[in-house]
């Protein structure tokens, strides 16, 4: 388990553009920047260091932010990340258990391969030529470092579009990260309570190519879903103290009850 510590950073990446994971990263209530990442990847950059705050190590604090934004948005998300002694990624993708792998700052791996057979299949990686490059960054390289297993990865995500701005590379300290996505003009996000959330989320139902899936009886199926799940996830989550989890169940709360709000302000008839 990592330590926290002032070298830790990192990058949280979702599959899907920045207008349908804005409205969730404000739900995490935390103090982050979005930009795009390349063809329908969005990345977060987060303000502040939450793992030196008591929240747990950074790859704790990753892994449920991961979870609660994968939920949320209904696409995978991966986060990046690394300290002093150690660096890896998690994957989330809905209420599958996550799967990572760990490196030591030497880059010697120290995680199972089963994990890396799992991330490639969860996204649809082809399973020759990104099994093999992956299969390589679980094998002993004297001349790859941490940093360099995650650019690795990188290179292999780039064949699904991920494209990192200039400037925000893994290993980087989490005040340069800050400032170079605050340089490309990327959008910070910052809670600023659950009015504004509310609004957000609804500007993105309004934008949403969801279709008959926004208002109707499909609308109303799925909203009351999420309502069934999310309120046992967030009484599990707070009861194990899991604050990721927790987060997940309100997201999954809030879309439920904002779905079927927007359903029946919808279906009232204009005068």
């Keep these: ?10 990058l949280l990446l979702c599959r899907a553009e920045p207008p349908m994971v804005r409205p969730v990263a404000h739900l995490l ?12 990847w969005s990345v977060i950059v987060p303000a502040d260091k939450p793992w030196q705050a008591g929240a747990g190590p950074v790859d704790e604090v990753l892994a449920g932010w991961a979870g609660a934004l994968a939920i949320g948005v209904g696409s995978p998300a991966i986060a990046l990340w690394w300290d002093d ?12 258990r996550t799967v990572g792998y760990v490196w030591l700052a030497d880059g010697t791996p120290v995680g199972e391969g089963e994990a890396m057979r799992t991330f490639a299949a969860r996204l649809g990686l082809d399973p020759v030529h990104d099994r093999e490059a992956l299969d390589a960054l679980t ?14 990865l990188l290179a292999v995500l780039a064949r699904t579009g991920v ?9 980087e300290p989490t005040d340069r990260l800050r400032s170079v996505a605050a340089a490309l003009g990327a959008e910070p996000i910052e809670w600023s309570g659950w009015r504004d959330a509310v609004r957000a989320e609804l500007d ?10 926004v208002r109707g009886p499909k609308a109303r199926l799925l909203g ?5 799940a999310g309120l046992p996830l967030t009484a599990w989550g707070l009861a194990r103290r899991s604050g990721g989890w927790t987060t997940a169940g309100a997201i999954l709360v809030a879309h439920g009850v904002l779905g079927l709000v927007y359903d029946r302000m919808r279906a009232r008839p204009t005068v």
């Design 139 to 152: 094998l002993p390289d004297p001349a790859a470092d941490a940093r360099a297993r995650l650019l690795g």
């Design 85 to 96: 002694s150690q660096a890896g990624y998690t994957l989330a993708s809905g209420f599958r």
């Design 224 to 228: 009351t879903a999420q309502l069934a």
């Design 204 to 213: 993105a139902v309004e934008d949403s190519p969801l279709g008959p899936w």
């Design 1 to 10: 388990m990592s330590v926290p510590d002032a070298a830790a950073g990192a």
């Design 163 to 171: 494209a990192l701005p200039a400037g925000l590379t893994p290993g």
């Design 29 to 40: 209530r935390e103090r982050m920047l979005l930009a795009s990442a390349g063809t329908g």
